[in-house]
């Protein structure tokens, strides 16, 4: 059971705000320790993990061409696109983006959005381009706060879009943790029932990007918007 102690580790680090690159491997450190590895043990897991999920081939060949698109003028066709749709505001924007990457990566396209070949590109500038219609000239702050939620966006629904497609790697995972754990379960369940999951973290955030608006929309007729 001290194998277990990565879980509370994991929470509180993310609960009290702490950099969460810093509070994973503070968890997989006490996880290890717990089950009874040694350090170097641990530190070994760890970069087999990581040389095996890492793709530097195609970080190569992505990053390039979305250097080349923003030379082109990605981001100020894209601002003038939605320069024309006045009805968009920030939060409609985000939550149609959200809406797609989960459904994508619900069906095995993970590789649809991304942070750096879709939200630093394109989404981002875009909500920033609304957000100029919606409360006029903002401050870095809330052009900050705005890209905050862009790629907030992109996260949440693929990290709760992926676990209800049954050939991702995440549904492979949870199933191989239960069946270390004596419970056995097949991928399918574990997609079905990681759908309300999933609907519920696209109705949250959703009510996050409306009170996004809502402060955006006081903020342009001159009022303070409240923190959330």
Not at 67 to 77: C, D, I, M, S
Not at 151 to 179: C, N, P, R
Not at 215 to 225: D, E, P, T
């Amino acid at each position: 059971m001290w194998s277990l102690i990565g879980i509370p580790v994991l929470v509180g680090g993310l609960l009290w705000r702490r950099d969460p690159i810093l509070v994973v491997a503070a968890a997989a450190l006490a996880t290890g320790l717990g089950g009874g590895l040694d350090p170097s043990a641990v530190l070994r897991a760890l970069g087999k993990a990581f040389n095996d999920a890492r793709y530097v081939s195609i970080a190569f060949l992505v990053l390039p061409v979305i250097g080349l698109a923003e030379r082109a003028g990605l981001q100020a066709r894209s601002r003038e696109l939605v320069g024309r749709l006045k009805a968009l505001t920030v939060g409609r924007l985000l939550i149609a983006y959200l809406a797609v990457r989960q459904l994508s990566a619900a069906v095995g396209m993970l590789s649809l959005g991304g942070q750096a070949s879709m939200v630093r590109p394109l989404i981002a500038p875009m909500a920033e381009s609304v957000l100029t219609l919606q409360a006029g000239d903002a401050d870095r702050a809330l052009r900050q706060e705005v890209r905050a939620h862009a790629a907030a966006a992109d996260t949440v629904g693929a990290f709760f879009g992926e676990d209800i497609f049954v050939a991702l790697g995440a549904v492979l995972l949870v199933q191989g943790v239960l069946d270390a754990n004596g419970l056995h379960t097949r991928p399918a369940m574990i997609a079905l029932w990681a759908a309300p999951t999933g609907l519920a973290a696209f109705v949250i955030h959703a009510v996050r990007l409306l009170r996004l608006d809502a402060r955006l929309g006081r903020a342009a007729r001159g009022g303070a918007g409240d923190p959330e």
